[in-house]
């Protein structure tokens, strides 16, 4: 049987060393690995943990060791990160096991000259206390160490949102994200829904602020399950959903949702549709096109045409439509909680997404019938791809009027961008302008 412990510190030292995306690379080794499901869980839970963590864990190892921290032997780096976490954030864990596995670990990754080293931190951060100090720190440097997100970006949202918003969004990135679902109004209820999750034990409640909308409190493997299996429900953000609603589709329309895969809003927009009328939905990847045909098909939407299609390329085989969904490829900052590496990039990564997501959204417009509506959305918090495109395209296109897109959802403000915090209990940090054709 493999150890979970060292099957971590093997991920994360691969995560370290090459571009992987945590949860492929977290499948992958998991499909192979001779790990029982609860070490499974177990090894998740720390992976993406540390993952998460990987600043405060590295503050406290440069406070407490006396080598540099560039020059520490990546393994015992590894491996102290996760001693340290389990000591931190994982209560269940006996502090003796958390040090002696570390140490056993040191071992089994053959650098036999950083047991001692590893030993020795571990314990002394033990008798401390576990206490980090944050004494004398800068405001974006203490939220930087607190929740381990870079500086660059506490201080862009401190900048950009002021503190108040910054520590809602900050509090919501770490720690284990909520899990939300939308009913398959084509095939059951929420009570039905409830009652048939209940029925195969798991637990799951009616999110009070949305209609149709549930919490899924332990979902595992939710794919398995007999409700997902008939189609009676898509797991969906709750901020994905409120952007459904924001396009406000309805019964025999035309609509378009331009970058789809893979296909959740789409799902949600045929449901609110009836299953009536005309739904394209695209994406670049041939690929991920097949996910939309699959879900489709397991939901019992008929209404939806799955095609590849380039976005930034206007297409004059596609029709005229009355709605136009425009969710464009972004930094992903209001996801963080549920893809932690995306925090851990350079801010220049992102600097030419803007030109990108403008050229999408005015390509989009073009499919747009006069009296129609266009939605432009992302998943970040960046002002520079949201409201800065949004405005940048009303300032050149005056046919196109910003509109208020009433939801129903008391977290969404009466104006036509809304920039939606990530919530602890709640939705990811989301973004959408609402614009109409009036010539």
Same mark, same amino acid.
């Given at each position: 049987? *493999?150890? #979970? ?62 080598? #540099? ?32 596995? *570390? ?74 994200? &909520? ?23 798991? &637990? ?53 949702? $331009?970058?789809?895969?893979? +296909? ?13 009328? =005309? ?18 098909? =397991? ?19 596609? #029709? ?19 893809? &932690? ?30 009296? +129609?509506?266009?939605?432009? *959305?992302?998943?970040?918090? *960046? ?5 800065? $495109? ?11 009027? &910003? ?18 915090? #990530? ?17």
């Amino acid at each position: 049987m *493999s150890s #979970p412990r060292l099957t971590v510190v093997k991920m994360l030292m691969k995560m370290d060393s090459s571009e992987s995306y945590s949860n492929l690379l977290l499948d992958s080794v998991f499909s192979e690995a001779d790990l029982s499901d609860r070490d499974k869980a177990f090894a998740a839970a720390l992976f993406y943990g540390v993952l998460e963590r990987r600043l405060t864990l590295d503050y406290i190892i440069e406070q407490n060791s006396k080598i #540099p921290f560039k020059k520490l032997d990546p393994a015992a780096v590894a491996v102290l990160r996760a001693g340290l976490y389990q000591l931190l954030y994982m209560p269940s864990v006996p502090e003796s096991a958390a040090v002696n596995e *570390s140490v056993k670990m040191c071992k089994q990754l053959k650098c036999f000259s950083a047991q001692g080293f590893v030993n020795g931190m571990l314990r002394s951060f033990i008798r401390s206390g576990k206490k980090i100090s944050y004494l004398g720190m800068e405001p974006e440097k203490r939220l930087s160490v607190e929740y381990s997100c870079p500086e660059w970006l506490t201080k862009k949202l401190l900048d950009e949102y002021g503190t108040e918003f910054t520590v809602k969004a900050l509090k919501a990135s770490v720690g284990k994200p &909520p899990v939300y679902a939308r009913v398959n109004t084509l095939k059951t209820t929420t009570d039905k829904l409830l009652a048939e999750l209940s029925r195969c034990k798991i &637990p799951a409640s009616a999110y009070p602020w949305l209609e149709n909308c549930i919490k899924l409190e332990k979902s595992g493997d939710i794919e398995k399950c007999p409700p997902f299996r008939q189609g009676m429900f898509h797991v969906q953000d709750i901020s994905s959903q409120l952007c459904c609603l924001t396009l406000r589709p309805v019964v025999n329309e035309t609509v378009l949702d $331009v970058c789809a895969a893979p +296909g959740g809003k789409s799902f949600t927009l045929a449901e609110l549709m009836g299953n009536n009328g =005309r739904l394209y939905s695209m994406d670049l990847h041939d690929m991920r096109v097949g996910l939309i045909e699959d879900g489709a098909a =397991r939901l019992g939407i008929k209404m939806i045409t799955a095609m590849q299609n380039d976005a930034a390329k206007f297409n004059s085989e596609l #029709p005229q439509a009355d709605r136009v969904l425009c969710d464009v490829p972004c930094s992903g900052l209001g996801v963080i909680r549920r893809k &932690p590496e995306i925090k851990y990039k350079k801010p220049e990564e992102f600097a030419g997404l803007p030109e990108i997501q403008y050229q999408i959204l005015e390509t989009s417009a073009g499919y747009v019938k006069p009296g +129609g509506t266009l939605v432009y *959305s992302t998943c970040t918090l *960046s002002r520079a791809e949201n409201n800065d $495109v949004a405005e940048r395209f009303a300032a050149a296109h005056p046919e196109f009027m &910003p509109i208020v897109q009433q939801v129903p959802y008391a977290g969404a403000a009466g104006d036509s961008m809304r920039t939606y915090c #990530p919530d602890e209990n709640g939705g990811d940090g989301f973004f959408t302008a609402s614009f109409r054709r009036v010539k």
